[in-house]
Antibody, heavy 117, light 110 residues
């Protein structure tokens, strides 16, 4: 069965950096695009970034463009999100999600990122 | 990348039907049939309920249905059950190849 397991969350100071990972299993990772979606405490879902199956194209929300970088290693079945210049408003649970026909068909359990001094 | 517009809350009694709307623009909901709906229970990850406007993934109850007219998509839940109480989010593909979510709707089963 499809499994997505995020890791790398934690507490970081404003201006700091963090790299999230998402380990995928149960499907052919190299055949599917992948997303990062976040949810601030008590708030709604916000799409963050998307990477095509082969890494050839990447798309970002305006709120993270220039600060976050999505990448993948198909040999390791792993998705990444490098987050730099972090702000308090980046505090959220970050989910990785598999892309399928334009939607998010499988989600991980999420990893919490807290940006605070 | 403005969020799609959903009502903050809806409610219904067991056995009744409710509809949640999701309004966007011609650059997202109105321009593509890539509208999807997600159910999220507290503390849990979202779950795909409807994709491509009106299709149900395997395992999702046929009490859930979706539709679209112009720039507005809708999710209808018929025969409401207590376990349907959750937050619901719509999402759409956009003209900039990004994705956008609605603000979410809290469904209360009375």
């Amino acid at each position: 069965q499809v499994q997505l397991v995020e890791s790398g969350g934690g507490v970081v100071q404003p201006g700091g950096s963090l790299r999230l990972s998402c380990a995928a299993s149960g499907f052919t990772f190299s055949s599917y695009g992948m997303h990062w979606v976040r949810q601030a405490p008590g708030k709604g879902l916000e799409w963050v970034a998307f990477i095509r199956y082969d890494g050839s194209n990447k798309y970002y929300a305006d709120s993270v463009k220039g600060r976050f970088t999505i990448s993948r290693d198909n040999s390791k079945n792993t998705l990444y999100l490098q987050m730099n210049s972090l702000r308090a408003e980046d505090t959220a649970v970050y989910y990785c999600a598999k892309d399928w026909l334009g939607c998010f068909d499988y989600w991980g359990q999420g990893t919490l990122v807290t940006v605070s001094s | 990348q403005s969020a799609l517009t959903q009502p903050a809350s809806v409610s219904g009694s067991p056995g009744q039907s409710i509809t949640i709307s999701c309004t966007g623009t011609s650059s997202d909901v109105g321009g593509y049939n890539y509208v999807s709906w997600y159910q999220q229970h507290p503390g849990k990850a979202p779950k795909l309920m409807i994709y491509d406007v009106s299709n149900r993934p395997s395992g999702v109850s046929n009490r859930f249905s979706g539709s679209k007219s112009g720039n507005t998509a809708s999710l209808t839940i018929s025969g409401l059950q207590a376990e349907d109480e959750a937050d619901y989010y719509c999402s759409s593909y956009t003209s900039s190849s990004s994705r956008v979510f609605g603000g979410g709707t809290k469904l209360t089963v009375l």
